[in-house]
């Protein structure tokens, strides 16, 4: 059943959301579109945004016909992405422009606040996209990224002395952060757990990304793929959420996840 939230949800808009969508994926063919617990990735996107009640509008950035129905479908906006931002080694920076100009154009709107929902990261919660904007909104951040404990912790990672090839051999030096008594006294064989607790990393998920306006207007987002600010805040989510869709067995394991978190938290989702 087509999603009957407006959107627009309200005349002025302060946040928008935007689900990057290409037709072309390596791994699986039309990716987008591959259904996890009976609905579309690109659906899954399109239903926690419009949930998220902080979000004001909701648009699909995408080249294909195919794709634009379906987000039609689901009650998405579809900003036409021009096929050079289109590409496989397209950046973010193209399809962040062109949605900014394309709303300006079309409708007068100037968000301040830009949300990326990638559909590739379905198992998404709308009260954390809310949490991430109110954050937004009460920090000087220049943007907010989803993160979750580094999966491989860089204390058991090392600069290598020498030619950095298969088969060579030479000195090895611990990363600058970790040179610590603790390390000294204890060595680099420790439980991930415990290292993680004592030192502190997170990995970017790529989950919830949130920028502002003006970073995507410089002309360092199309000559560098750079839709960021310096003050960059994060935003810990549960590493369960964050999950590879690449084949069927992992899309069979996400649904799982789904449930299993909607469950400890309570919540009823629109997914």
């Not at 399109?46 to 794709?67: F, G, N």
């Not at 008594?181 to 680099?188: I, L, N």
């Not at 439980?191 to 003006?214: A, M, Y």
Request: hydrophobic fraction near 35%.
């Amino acid at each position: 059943m087509a999603n009957t939230v407006k959107n627009p949800k309200r005349e002025t808009i302060e946040v928008a959301a935007i689900i990057p969508a290409r037709a072309g994926q390596q791994s699986i063919s039309y990716k987008n579109l591959q259904k996890l617990g009976g609905k579309t990735l690109v659906q899954w996107a399109i239903e926690v945004a419009l949930e998220a009640t902080t979000v004001d509008v909701v648009i699909v950035s995408t080249e294909d016909e195919k794709i634009a129905e379906e987000a039609k479908k689901f009650g998405a906006l579809v900003a036409p992405r021009p096929e050079q931002y289109s590409q496989p080694t397209s950046g973010d920076g193209g399809f962040y422009h062109h949605a900014v100009t394309w709303m300006e154009e079309e409708f007068g709107w100037t968000p301040e606040l830009l949300i990326n929902l990638r559909p590739t990261s379905p198992l998404r919660f709308a009260s954390d996209i809310d949490a991430m904007v109110a954050h937004m909104k009460k920090t000087e951040a220049d943007g907010l990224k989803s993160v979750i404990p580094a999966p491989l912790h860089p204390y058991k990672m090392w600069h290598l002395e020498g030619k950095p090839e298969v088969g060579a051999s030479g000195k090895l030096t611990p990363l600058a952060d970790f040179q610590t008594d603790f390390r000294k006294q204890y060595g680099p064989d420790q439980p991930r757990q415990k290292v993680q607790k004592l030192f502190p990393i997170f990995f970017q998920d790529g989950q919830v990304d949130i920028t502002r306006r003006k970073f995507v207007l410089r002309p360092e987002c199309l000559e560098n793929e750079n839709v960021w600010g310096e003050n960059l805040h994060g935003y810990v989510l549960d590493p369960r959420t964050s999950t590879d869709l690449d084949e069927p067995a992992d899309f069979i394991r996400a649904e799982k996840i789904y449930e299993e978190l909607r469950g400890e938290r309570g919540e009823n989702s629109a997914n």
